[in-house]
């Protein structure tokens, strides 16, 4: 960041439904940022568990809003729109931002920043490190080559959503988020930042991704959830289309999800576990046993042990009995989480 530029204005958007152990904890992790200009918002989404009088007992030190449940998309809708940062993170109500985060994001800034990535430490519940980062790797990648991955991959080496501060000019490109788009806020602000913007990833955990048996990304929570990630996908790819060509952005190409190594491994679980309910009715485990075969020559940003690594995964569940096949998906599954 220029010394003669002023110092960006952070605006810390948290959405909470019913995490009343775990959002003081993320309110406190905003408000104790090492910069100068922070706002907090607080959006409670219809909480039944007490959340509200956690909330309260912040005072003026963050704007509180209470509203009837919505989901998360709402919400961030509510507070983004209550929001004047230059700088937005949605900090997810289990995760917790380190006091550094502020100022490493800031002394990457430049015009042109759709977003700044940086790496989160999984945790446990009681914030003990789970010994791994997302995204797990060892240099940061060009804003050239994150749009590059996005626009032939449809994917790219990310954090989850709290790990991510966007500039607020970006955002407002296309916020308040509709109904048409997924119902998580990340989503569609994920797929769109490489098309819209550069991506600057900084190489330090300064979040931590709390690990508990209600997050929403545990996959094994309910059944159907390795299909209901593939339709989020399909839905991340729609929302980029639409407004890229409402914007006048060159749209990503629908034909790459199928690139998507991702994806794919998603794509297989369900196919295994949830057959009938697999969202892609083009789909099926011959045509996911002939993408599998062809990752491995697609480069993208993984190296050719973890190319080889999915593929031959991808083909033992696929082609595996059933019992086999669910012990593989569990294993793929249970280790990334």
Not at 252 to 280: E, I, W, Y
Request: charged content about 25%.
């Amino acid at each position: 960041m220029d010394p003669v530029t002023p110092a960006p204005r952070f605006s810390v958007i948290i959405a909470n439904f019913n995490y009343v152990r775990f959002v003081a904890r993320a309110i406190e992790s905003a408000l104790n940022l090492d910069w100068p200009h922070i706002e907090v918002i607080v959006v409670d989404d219809g909480s039944s568990d007490g959340s509200r009088a956690v909330i309260e007992g912040f005072g003026e030190r963050v704007k509180a809003i209470f509203q009837p449940n919505g989901g998360q998309r709402s919400a961030n809708n509510t507070g983004f729109a209550a929001s004047q940062g230059d700088i937005v993170v949605f900090l997810d109500a289990d995760d917790i931002l380190d006091p550094h985060f502020a100022r490493a994001v800031a002394a990457v800034w430049r015009p042109g920043v759709s977003k700044v990535q940086v790496q989160m430490q999984r945790v446990d519940v009681e914030e003990r490190s789970l010994g791994s980062v997302l995204p797990a790797i060892a240099q940061a990648p060009r804003p050239e080559d994150v749009r590059r991955w996005t626009v032939e991959m449809t994917e790219y080496p990310t954090p989850p959503g709290s790990g991510n501060a966007y500039a607020r000019d970006f955002l407002a490109r296309f916020f308040p988020i509709g109904p048409e788009h997924d119902s998580f806020t990340d989503s569609t602000c994920l797929a769109l930042a490489p098309l819209l913007g550069d991506v600057i990833t900084v190489l330090q955990p300064l979040v931590l991704y709390r690990q508990h048996g209600g997050n929403d990304s545990n996959l094994f929570a309910s059944p159907g959830r390795f299909g209901r990630e593939v339709a989020r996908a399909m839905s991340r790819q729609r929302s980029a289309e639409s407004i890229c060509n409402e914007l006048g952005a060159p749209p990503p190409n629908k034909a790459r999800l199928r690139s998507s190594r991702h994806l794919l491994q998603l794509r297989v679980a369900s196919l295994r576990m949830d057959p009938s309910g697999h969202p892609l009715p083009e789909d099926s485990r011959r045509v996911a046993l002939i993408d599998a075969i062809h990752s491995v020559a697609r480069r993208g940003f993984d190296p050719l042990s973890k190319r080889l690594a999915v593929a031959l995964w991808s083909i033992a569940t696929l082609t595996a009995p059933r019992p086999l096949a669910d012990r593989l998906v569990r294993w793929r599954f249970r280790a990334a989480h």
